[in-house]
């Protein structure tokens, strides 16, 4: 089994204060040890926060995202962190959604990564993100996100 260098990582292990804000919250990566393996790691986040830019309102979402590694895993404390600073910021549900998965592209330059951003309605409306690097690799297996679309009462 490969072991995984920890070395510079400088949040986990130790308390950590929560960022303010997503620009200020640091993502960190530890090497994948299956180099050359194609695999799916799936993040899931059921409970994601952020504020309504014109209302400073709350928004909810759940979040799916799905990566096949290269060289880089993410380290799972500093994505948690990275998502909770959003919880006071005030931002657009496409915004929001793409931002995580654009940082997640350039901290580690995945294979392949798509985001489902499942977010609860606002003003009776629920607005689902979606977005990918591009076609996933053949002969991955891909499970669906698991996420149903919104029905309200119906």
């Known amino acids: ?54 209302t400073g309102q709350p928004d909810f979402a759940h979040i799916v995202i799905d990566y096949i590694p290269q060289e880089w895993l993410v380290e799972s404390k500093s994505l948690k962190l990275f998502l909770h600073s959003f919880r006071n910021h005030g931002a657009f549900h496409e915004d929001c ?22 977010w609860y309605p606002r003003g009776g409306i629920p607005i689902d993100v979606f977005w990918q690097t591009g076609k996933p690799p053949e002969g991955v297996w891909l499970p669906d996100q698991g996420v149903q679309p919104y029905r309200g009462r119906g």
């Open 1 to 54: 089994m490969p072991s995984t260098d920890v070395s510079g990582l400088s949040m986990l292990g130790s308390h950590t204060d929560a960022p303010t804000n997503p620009e200020d919250a640091i993502l960190e990566k530890v090497p994948s040890g299956h180099q050359g393996t194609d695999y799916v790691v799936r993040f899931t986040a059921p409970e994601f926060t952020s504020l309504c830019p014109m």
């Open 97 to 118: 959604s793409i931002y995580i998965a654009k940082r997640i592209v350039d901290l580690l330059q995945p294979k392949w990564l798509r985001i489902g951003a499942y």
